[in-house]
């Protein structure tokens, strides 16, 4: 029987009313969802029979498609804007919609940084360095790099949500709600959401054009649609309540607003049910193509210093994919400030019989003057030379595409400067910046105007020209400025930075490279100005400034070295490149085909053009007759240009090519003498001529029997006639046996596979050589081929063993051959007992001479017919001493030994005291007596120690205890 106490009993009281109070709301939750789900069926009809028996949908979106209409109109005229709180604008009549209309001003001039509204630390606002110091504007590449790896680069603004440039900035509002209904991986519907671009989304801080479209529309839509007239003549329970909601979605090429109305059902007296109601129009208008086009050209006016609206209308890709045949025209100063208004219009679309326009503001910016600067790494922007002409090209960019008047002052305007000759220092300086701070004497009182007074400024109002002399030498400084002719005169200015240095020297002369003054068509020669100077900008540019460059009388351009230090050309490898004496060929020298006088132009010219010649008549030949010890290329023993000049005659002409320029006689196995029908300079294919001598041969040999026969070589070689410096004519080459070496094995030669007999030297020799016989491990293909490893026996033979004079056909072994230093294959090597063919037991076949005759076999118990393991003694089988017992799980060892007696000799005790091993090798148990020894039991016993576990020795027997 089981008790339970009171505090168990109050707890399951609770647990139980918890219980029940669960059941019973839930009934009552079940039952609510039900009324409600009722309920709402019921309003959802009663809403759309009130709908369709009033004419309410055909009514709100009559309305909608008037008020969607104007709004985009707006938004178009207005720069994309519907609400100008905190906004520029300028007022614009628009002659195509007849009205006037507030336009947002969408670009702004690059001004000062500190402005609050201007966030772009990069662009200098201000002349001279504006938009951005010592770049290029025009083609935009560096200021693109700019944009894209300066870190204070303000081509996105993440504070004021604009695209700035070097040329204003970006101001046009964002098209979408980053959180609207065109967000970022919106799904797409029936009406085709499309992602807006990148940049014309807003953030929290700023409203886009898709809000202000839905707050113009939420807030016009009421002008039209008057719910309350219905509700007055309606017996119907259904009000509108609060304000409708509009979306705005752009999609591809239309605008998609839907209206969503909230709907109050009173069914019963019962709660209210609020229903929302959505009304929608598609309207074919492409407004976000013609703003992203917009958005684009925009961005690309900011960024880029030369881009026209009007004209450049696909300049980039971008443009070009949003590009639709707009119209684009542009009406300058409509507000008295400077302000253009720039307007895009859409011909292919029609609203109202008129076609979609998108245009806005314009303020007007300062025009861009083109850097003027020569690619160097020095301070200095123009250099030229004492008695050129000087001319300054500049150029300038007007975002607006305003006229621009250019002028010149300063040097050569308003004052003249003389270079100071007499100060030593300034003649030979050494740094530039001493030359700009001591060296120009200036006269303020002569205003010369050479610039502006020039021919070329003159005609062009804009270049100018002024041709220097020998004072101008030295530093000075030229303003050349550009501003706006008719409007706002906005300009902008640079100081050039002049250098003008007096004329360089050229000095040449020539050698070939063995120090005569003799070029050929086949030797290096050395055209040397290293004499010549540069002038001024030697010591100004540390060896740097320099150009040499030499021209041979067909004018072509031999090579240019860019340095000071090193003025010397080496022919043909500073004009050819890469070059040896087999290829070597001055193609400068009219490609070698006609000797005499060539004219050798050197020219001294500095990056800037000026220059000066001077001039080198070099005697060219056929050859160079350089005489040395050495044999000729390619039979030397040095540098193949400094060996013998064989081929060429002391008159510099190629020698005949009957002529012998090299010979050669060795000795050795043909296979050591060297083969000439190769490179470096192999010559005309040629047969060499072989004689040989009668021969011994062994019948097995698979070679050339005359391998191992001494031969002498005899070569020769002619000239070609067509070259000085290398023997590269003709050929001749004979081979003959004068000693020939055995290739027998005199009365063993019917086992012989390598020979032992041949040349000492696997290198040719000047004198002749006898035949050597070879050592034991080396025989003549071992020596003098490849594959073969010294052994001289075809197939083993039977011996006695190892050694030299030990085949015999009484021998047990079968033995391989080498060679034993006396021109034979008799030293027997690798020997192993051999039952098929030389009477070793079979037991021991294949035995190693060097196992006998103590090695045991393995596991093997062929001798007799017990179970002991065997040895072979001088390939005998016999069993191994002291008898040892083996086991063996293979079928072909032959040893049955019990496998606890495997390693144990006959009668050994096994792990027990009442076990042993008998002379068969099998386990013998004297239980229940003890084992004694040599195979006897201890049997009777004479004590209890003579009995195994649990027996007792009574009466000399072991019984149970």
């Not at 964002?174 to 989304?201: D, P």
């Not at 290293?530 to 900008?537: A, D, L």
């Not at 094995?745 to 040349?759: L, T």
């Not at 072909?892 to 030994?897: I, L, N, R, V």
């Amino acid at each position: 029987m089981f008790f339970r106490g009171k505090r168990g009993q109050v707890t399951l009281i609770v647990v139980v009313g918890l219980l029940i109070l669960f059941v019973f709301g839930f009934l009552i939750f079940v039952r609510s969802y039900i009324e409600n789900n009722s309920l709402q069926r019921q309003a959802s009809k009663q809403v759309q029979e009130y709908i369709s028996q009033n004419s309410i949908n055909l009514y709100v979106t009559s309305c909608l498609d008037v008020v969607a209409d104007e709004a985009i109109i707006l938004a178009g005229l207005q720069g994309a804007r519907l609400n100008f709180s905190n906004t520029s604008y300028v007022e614009f009549y628009n002659s195509e919609y007849n009205r006037t209309t507030n336009v947002s001003v969408v670009i702004f001039p690059t001004t000062n940084y500190s402005i609050a509204e201007y966030d772009c630390p990069l662009v200098d606002y201000a002349p001279p360095y504006y938009p951005y110091p010592n770049k290029k504007v025009n083609p935009s590449d560096e200021l693109i790099w700019l944009y894209d790896h300066d870190p204070l680069t303000c081509k996105y603004s993440s504070i004021f949500m604009h695209y700035s440039g070097f040329f204003g900035y970006n101001k046009l509002t964002k098209l979408c709600n980053f959180q609207g209904s065109n967000r970022i991986g919106a799904t797409a519907t029936s009406i085709g959401v499309k992602t807006c671009e990148t940049g014309t989304y807003d953030n929290q801080d700023f409203k886009s054009t898709q809000e202000e479209l839905e707050t113009f529309i939420e807030q016009e839509i009421n002008l039209c649609v008057n719910f309350t007239a219905i509700e007055e003549k309606s017996t119907s329970n259904i009000t509108v309540i609060n304000t409708p909601r509009a979306i705005v979605t752009f999609g591809l090429r239309q605008v998609n607003i839907r209206m969503q109305y909230p709907f109050q059902i009173l069914i019963n007296k019962k709660q209210p049910i609020i229903q929302m109601i959505d009304f929608s129009v598609q309207k074919p208008i492409p407004f976000k193509e013609l703003y992203d086009y917009s958005f684009y050209a925009i961005t690309t006016d900011v960024q880029e210093a030369n881009f026209s609206m009007l004209t450049h209308k696909t300049a980039n890709d971008k443009l070009a994919k949003t590009y639709h045949g707009y119209e684009i025209n542009r009406y300058r100063d409509v507000d008295g400030n400077f302000t253009d208004i720039i307007q895009l219009i859409d011909n292919a679309t029609i609203i109202f019989g008129r076609p979609l326009i998108m245009q806005f503001a314009i303020q007007n910016r300062r025009p861009a003057l083109e850097y003027i600067h020569q690619s160097t790494s020095f301070p200095i922007d123009l250099y030229s030379v004492e008695g050129e002409t000087m001319t300054i090209v500049p150029d300038a960019y007007d975002p607006e595409e305003d006229d621009l008047e250019y002028n010149y002052t300063l040097w050569k305007e308003d004052y003249d400067e003389k270079f100071n000759f007499a100060d030593i220092k300034c003649a030979n300086a050494m740094s530039i910046y001493y030359i700009i701070a001591n060296c120009s004497i200036r006269n303020n009182s002569l205003r010369p105007h050479n610039w502006t007074k020039s021919d070329l400024f003159i005609h062009s109002g804009k270049y100018a020209s002024y041709k220097t002399n020998k004072n101008d030498t030295g530093y000075h400084e030229l303003k050349v400025s550009v501003k706006e002719k008719y409007r706002q005169g906005l300009d902008d200015w640079q100081i050039v930075r002049v250098l003008i240095f007096d004329k360089p020297v050229a000095k040449i002369t020539g050698r070939n490279m063995y120090g005569g003054k003799y070029a050929s068509f086949e030797d290096v020669y050395v055209l040397d100005g290293s004499n010549s100077t540069v002038g001024t900008s030697y010591n100004l540019l540390n060896n740097n400034f320099s150009t040499f460059q030499w021209i041979n009388t067909e004018f072509n351009v031999l090579r240019e070295i860019k340095t000071e230090i090193n003025k010397l050309l080496y022919l043909p490898l500073d004009v050819n490149g890469s070059f040896n004496i087999n290829n070597i060929s001055v193609l400068v020298f009219t490609n070698g085909s006609a000797s005499g006088i060539h004219n050798i132009t050197f020219i001294v010219n500095t990056t800037l053009g000026f220059f000066d010649m001077a001039y080198l008549a070099v005697n060219v030949t056929q050859c160079i007759p350089y005489r040395n010890t050495t044999s000729p290329y390619p039979y030397n023993t040095t540098d193949g240009f400094y060996a013998d000049h064989t081929c060429c005659a002391d008159d510099y002409t190629y020698r005949l090519d009957d002529h012998q320029c090299f010979g050669s006689v060795a000795y050795g196995a043909n296979k050591s003498l060297k083969n000439y029908q190769v490179e470096p300079l192999k010559p005309p294919i040629y047969n060499i001529q072989y004689t040989y001598g009668p021969k011994y041969l062994a019948s097995n040999l698979q070679y050339n029997k005359y391998d191992n026969d001494i031969f002498v070589q005899d070569f020769k070689r002619e000239c070609s006639g067509t070259r000085g410096n290398i023997c590269s004519g003709n050929a001749t080459e004979t081979r003959t046996v004068v000693e020939e070496c055995r290739d027998d094995n005199y009365a063993g030669a019917e086992f012989q596979q390598e020979r032992c007999s041949g040349p000492p030297s696997t290198s040719s020799s000047p004198t002749q050589p006898v035949c050597f016989p070879y050592p034991a491990g080396d025989s003549f293909e071992k020596l003098f081929l490849t594959g073969y490893d010294g052994i001289c026996t075809t197939d083993k033979q039977c011996a006695t063993g190892p050694g030299s004079g030990k085949f015999s056909t009484t021998g047990k072994y079968a033995c391989n051959g080498q060679c034993g230093g006396n021109g034979k294959c008799d030293t027997a090597i690798n020997c192993k007992c051999d039952s098929s063919h030389c009477g070793a037991d079979a037991g021991c076949q294949g035995v190693d001479y060097s196992l006998n005759p103590s090695s045991p076999l393995s596991l093997s118990c062929s001798f007799g017919s017990d179970n002991y393991e065997d040895i072979c003694d001088n390939c005998g089988l016999q069993n191994k001493l002291p008898l040892t017992c083996r086991y063996s799980t293979t079928s072909t060892a032959k040893c049955s030994a019990a496998q606890t007696c495997d390693g144990k000799q006959p009668n050994d005790k096994l792990n027990n005291n009442y076990q042993f091993c008998n002379s068969n090798c099998q386990v013998q148990s004297c239980s229940p007596y003890v084992y004694g020894n040599n195979g006897i039991c201890k049997l009777p016993c004479s004590s209890n120690a003579d009995c195994v576990s649990g027996y007792k020795c009574q009466i000399g027997q072991c019984i149970p205890n």
